[in-house]
């Protein structure tokens, strides 16, 4: 079984770029898009062809704004949205969807950089990361297979950005955000694109200036973390950089369909 996540940056804008066929030739079950920007009703005529497709958008307060949707061949057996806070769920940014035993998180993680360019929302980034990981620690903890992906606007590890000495006063690579990963993995938590492939070279975002994507001047900010009852199950991870549309591109995992049951 396939899962996959995109931040498509505007899903009525991708939706005019090949969204449909890239859709049909997936072979994915589950799909997480991020910074979806869209309520379920303006979709209308865009949303045609997806017939097949069982669709959950949650949409932000704010209009034309962040956002998370699903596309599952299957319908989930429960979808949560709230993170127990307003200052979180106006934001329109989680979905905990259940499938059997597989609960799978579709996230848009904030960006820590404020108004005038500087990092002060980062304590609300982080704020939020931990309203994340303290949800899910009571299944986690009882073995549940649990999947979160999305957009997680950090960078780990120096690998994971082109120019990482450029960009260490940067949100997305700061000490304090690339430490509250550290603590997801500390707690069993896998990023499952690494424990497949350690090399370097592999973003899923690029600036969309000039020649910025063709040259591979990217980041990694888009993951699927395993828990470590899911990661049993979890047999490939991959990065389609070669899918356009988007400043981002597709990432996702394939797991046995073993990790429903």
């Known amino acids: 079984m396939r899962i996959v996540s995109w931040n498509v940056n505007g899903l009525r804008s991708i939706l005019d770029k090949g969204f449909r066929p890239w859709l049909s030739r997936s072979r994915a079950a589950i799909v997480g898009l991020q910074e979806v920007r869209a309520r379920d009703a303006q979709l209308g005529e865009h949303a045609r062809g997806l017939k097949g497709w069982h669709r959950h958008i949650v949409e932000a307060a704010r209009p034309g704004y962040s956002g998370v949707g699903l596309f599952t061949r299957a319908a989930p057996d429960a979808v949560v949205t709230s993170l127990g806070d ?3 769920d106006d934001e329109g940014r989680f979905q905990l969807a259940r499938f059997g035993r597989l609960r799978v998180v579709n996230a848009y993680f904030p960006n820590g950089s404020g108004k005038e360019r500087d990092n002060g929302r980062i304590p609300y980034k982080l704020a939020f990361y931990r309203r994340v990981f303290s ?6 903890k009882k073995g549940a297979p649990v999947l979160v992906m999305g957009d997680f606007n950090t960078a780990h ?3 994971d950005l082109a120019r990482p000495r450029q960009n260490v006063a940067t949100s997305g690579f700061t000490p304090e955000e690339r430490a509250e990963l550290d603590r997801w993995v500390a707690a ?7 424990h497949y492939q350690p090399g370097a070279g592999h ?3 690029w600036s969309q200036r000039f020649g910025v994507r063709e040259k591979n001047v990217g980041w990694r900010i888009d993951y699927v973390l395993a ?3 899911a990661m ?3 047999r490939g991870a991959f990065i389609h950089a070669h899918v356009t549309g988007s400043d981002h ?9 073993a990790i429903l049951g």
Not at 249 to 257: L, N, Q, R, T
Request: charged content about 25%; aromatic content about 16%.
């Open 86 to 88: 307003p200052t979180f």
């Open 135 to 140: 949800l899910l620690e009571p299944a986690v």
């Open 157 to 159: 590890r120096e690998i």
């Open 188 to 194: 069993g938590w896998v990023d499952t694109f690494r």
């Open 203 to 205: 973003y899923s975002w």
């Open 227 to 229: 828990s470590p009852a």
């Open 232 to 234: 049993r199950f979890v």
């Open 249 to 257: 591109c597709p990432i996702g995992v394939d797991v046995e369909d």
